[in-house]
């Protein structure tokens, strides 16, 4: 998984409850992206990080916040889970923002939430 | 914003056979468009890509196509074997301080033995 851990892997939370999910690097790369995915919607973008405190929305970013203080290390929060957030959230990370050549980006393991 | 459709969702062919698998996409600036694959209980592996400035590529017994005019890429897998089994998923995505990939909805391929 290209160097990427995330914690914890298996989570169960009551709504109204505040979470934070982990993304790990060690291939200190500069991107670093959050995806939920649910069944017949593929895998669709909360939020980006494009350097440490640089950060930006993506797709689906309601109720999410996230952090990134050090280069290896990205943070989602749900602020207080909704059962809509049960989902299996994914991280990757990329080297580079991509033009002709690069831009790949690798996923984790994944975090499976459920939100009762 | 972009959106991405994935035809068909699921896929069965017998081994040996060659599978394909359809995207077609809406922004006309997005130039870049990877291929995933996807096994039960793990994250998705990048297994393929191609950029808007190529019509073809090809690695071992996968290709990928892209028609620029018609705005649609295709996946294509020979040779199918068992350990190709697995959810493929495309992606489309433009260039901007990031790369905002938008993925379709995936394609279940079983491959028959």
């Known amino acids: 998984d290209a160097g990427i851990t995330q914690s914890p892997r298996h989570k169960v939370t009551e709504t109204g409850t505040p979470v934070t999910l982990r993304c790990h690097q060690t291939e200190n790369h500069r991107y670093m992206y959050w995806y939920r995915q649910d069944p017949g919607h593929g895998l669709r973008l909360i939020h980006y990080?494009?350097?440490?405190?640089?950060?930006d929305k993506g797709e689906v970013s309601d109720g999410y916040s996230v952090s990134r203080s050090k280069t290896e290390d990205f943070l989602l929060t749900l602020e207080s889970a909704t059962s809509s957030q049960t989902s299996v959230y994914f991280c990757?990370?990329?080297?580079?923002?991509?033009?002709?050549?690069?831009?790949?980006?690798?996923f984790g393991p994944g975090t499976r939430l459920t939100v009762t | 914003g972009e959106n991405v459709e994935q035809h068909p969702s699921t896929l069965s062919v017998q081994e040996g056979d060659s599978a394909v698998i359809k995207c077609t996409y809406s922004d006309s600036a997005s130039n870049y468009f990877p291929w995933y694959k996807q096994e039960l209980g793990k994250g998705p592996q990048l297994i393929i890509d191609?950029?808007?400035?190529?019509g073809e590529k090809k690695d071992q017994r996968i290709a990928v196509t892209l028609n620029k005019t018609a705005k649609h890429f295709s996946l294509h897998i020979t040779e199918t074997q068992p350990e190709d089994s697995a959810v493929y998923f495309c992606a489309a995505s433009t260039k901007g301080s990031a790369r905002q990939l938008t993925f379709g909805s995936g394609t279940q391929l079983t491959v028959l033995p």
């Open positions: 191609i950029r808007s400035n190529v």
């Open positions: 990757a990370i990329s080297a580079t923002s991509g033009g002709s050549t690069g831009g790949e980006q690798y």
């Open positions: 990080s494009y350097g440490v405190k640089d950060t």
